[in-house]
């Protein structure tokens, strides 16, 4: 217990953010919002604006390059948010004397580039309303998020941090559908419900599929089978089910997947048994280290390059996981998958390996047995067949290495590939 507490404290230090830049950040953040705000009023638009994320709670993590989101609220009444969002932000850029760029999304935003600071603003564009249930998009519940959090994470900041930065480092932090992990406002809950980083992590890694838990920090259900009764089945997959307490029909976990919650339950408990430093730290996969066990196992192994025409961020990476998961089910026919990884490197490229090995045979399902023609076309198509219930099935050995089955799927695949907007491929053994 003393080697755990110490390492989350020596790790806790070591995350601090950089005080004379935050403090440079909030002065930079309180001119350039009073610009909007002058912007705002200037083209009479009915809206307003607000500091959110991390920033605004105070659980920023260090970072070399610290963001601000910076939100606008517009009326019900607009339509085109982003565009009104950008007739506001480019006359403010130009006149501070900054750089943008529109980044897509659900909705279009914008990242502002600041000369000579270690930060940057994300000014993103959301509906005013006035209750929850009147969203339109995820974003539109931050103006809640905030103020709940900011209310009562006071002494338990450092805590939000040291998480995050474990998460990170497992590469299960984010609510990207390339990631399907934790969002940041996801471990500020957790950590309001437990109060500690290795509280949360210890009762995390006793979920499972059969013992899942519901979280309902405002009580907004007399206990958890109502939960399962009342809220919409696709908001329950989720290995953990937290209730938003801003917003009883929302589970703030809905994103997190199954994969991603056993890869940080696996994490997260090997963390437990073995306290060290280096679960907080980033990991630089050692590609030819795995290529070397997996031929000495006797394994097939292939490292893969993917491009994808989309624009870097969360549609990029999305494209490229989804693509990625297409070929592992192709393969799973054929061979048995013994390991696989991807990350997104958030520009335009995904990188994965993938250790597998070929099924001894197969089995094809051919014709019904009464199709007399269909049936002797078959048997001198397979060598080996046999008659199961109505059809009849051939053995078919795998005699064909993981590189040379990918080469052929993707050569006869570029359709598909061109829909998924994969642009390029390289696979290598």
Request: hydrophobic share 40%; no cysteine; glycine share 6%.
């Amino acid at each position: 217990m003393g080697d755990l507490q110490k390492i989350v404290r020596e790790q806790i230090e070591i995350i601090q953010p950089d005080a004379h830049a935050i403090k440079s950040l909030h002065k930079i953040s309180k001119e350039f919002i009073s610009e909007i705000g002058k912007e705002i009023k200037r083209l009479k638009v009915d809206a307003d604006v607000f500091v959110g994320g991390s920033f605004a709670k105070g659980t920023l993590l260090k970072s070399g390059n610290y963001d601000v989101d910076i939100f606008v609220r517009f009326d019900w009444k607009y339509e085109s948010l982003s565009e009104m969002l950008e007739k506001i932000v480019v006359p403010v850029v130009k006149k501070l004397g900054m750089r943008v760029e529109k980044v897509h999304g659900s909705r279009d935003y914008f990242r502002v580039l600041i000369e000579n600071t270690t930060g940057y603003f994300e000014v993103i564009p959301v509906m005013k309303i006035k209750k929850p249930r009147e969203e339109r998009n995820v974003t539109d519940l931050t103006y809640f998020h905030g103020p709940y959090v900011k209310k009562r994470i006071s002494g338990l900041e450092d805590q939000v941090r040291v998480t995050k930065q474990f998460l990170k480092a497992q590469e299960v932090y984010g609510a990207e559908t390339y990631v399907r992990g934790f969002s940041g406002y996801s471990v500020e809950l957790l950590i309001l419900k437990y109060k500690s980083f290795v509280k949360m992590i210890r009762e995390l890694v006793k979920v499972t599929d059969e013992k899942r838990i519901v979280i309902d920090l405002a009580k907004h259900y007399s206990n958890p089978k109502e939960v399962f009764i009342q809220l919409n089945e696709s908001k329950i997959h989720s290995p953990v089910i937290l209730i938003d307490p801003t917003y009883k029909e929302r589970n703030a976990l809905a994103a997190l997947s199954q994969e991603t919650f056993a890869k940080f339950q696996k994490s997260a408990s090997d963390f437990l048994k073995n306290p060290n430093a280096k679960f907080f730290e980033k990991k630089n996969v050692d590609i030819n280290s795995v290529k070397e066990k997996s031929k000495a196992k006797g394994y097939d192994f292939v490292s893969i390059h993917l491009d994808t025409d989309k624009q870097p961020g969360d549609i990029a990476g999305t494209k490229l996981k989804k693509f990625f998961d297409l070929l592992i089910r192709e393969l799973e026919g054929y061979f048995v998958i013994k390991d696989h990884y991807f990350r997104y490197n958030g520009e335009v490229r995904g990188v994965a390996y993938i250790v597998a090995k070929a099924k001894k045979e197969i089995v094809r399902i051919g014709p019904p047995i009464e199709m007399k023609y269909a049936v002797k076309h078959f048997k001198e198509r397979h060598a080996i067949t046999f008659i199961k219930g109505k059809y009849i099935h051939a053995h078919l050995p795998v005699a064909v290495s993981l590189k040379a089955f990918l080469d052929s799927w993707i050569s006869g695949s570029q359709d598909k590939m061109k829909q998924m907007h994969i642009e390029n491929i390289k696979v290598e053994d």
